[in-house]
């Protein structure tokens, strides 16, 4: 199940669960921060995944660590928590194009668009479409001035029109059990 599947079922991050969350962030990050090593070992990224999957991990990462210092410490943690499980559908659109588009020029180009749709069909074996063809449609459906760019805007508008668009373009991240772990209180 993805992260957006599953988010709407996780109560919000309230102040009577923090202390739980701090605890646990603090048993499995006893240095105070989260570091890329530690992320990509939470989702899976080792030695046997593909070039293009740790880059994919990086740059969500990178969307977390909101100060730009290399780790997630404990308040970006959280707002990472809460985005992903609780965040509205615009704000999850927002990150998703923020981790997508690689050179932070604001737009999504063919080949970020490609690089998305790749994850996605290596992720999803029933995907059998061709990556150019679904890169196509996206663009057709979604690129509505036409210059060969995604805006935010155009990204935004195209995911909540229609819903074949949503299914390509939302950022599924891996272990939700593990975002969901983080928020239950052990009783």
Request: with cysteine; aromatic share 10%; glycine share 4%.
């Amino acid at each position: 199940p993805t992260v957006f599947g599953q988010w709407e079922e996780i109560h919000e991050v309230t102040l009577q669960n923090i202390q739980e969350l701090y605890r646990k962030f603090a048993s499995e990050c006893p240095s105070g921060n989260l570091h890329l090593h530690e992320f990509k070992r939470i989702f899976g990224i080792n030695s046997t995944s593909t070039e293009e999957e740790s880059a994919y991990m990086e740059n969500v990462f990178r969307s977390f660590d909101t100060n730009k210092d290399g780790n997630i410490d404990f308040m970006e943690y959280v707002a990472a928590v809460h985005l992903v499980l609780r965040g509205k559908l615009e704000d999850k659109l927002k990150w998703s194009f923020k981790v997508y588009d690689k050179d932070g020029n604001g737009c999504l180009d063919r080949q970020e668009v490609r690089h998305i749709v790749k994850i996605k069909q290596h992720n999803d074996p029933a995907i059998t479409e061709n990556i150019d063809d679904i890169c196509d449609k996206i663009f057709h459906l979604v690129d509505k001035n036409k210059d060969s760019q995604i805006s935010l805007e155009e990204f935004i508008e195209g995911a909540e029109k229609d819903p074949w668009v949503m299914d390509q373009l939302k950022l599924d991240i891996g272990p939700c059990d593990w975002f969901i772990e983080h928020l239950k209180l052990d009783r």
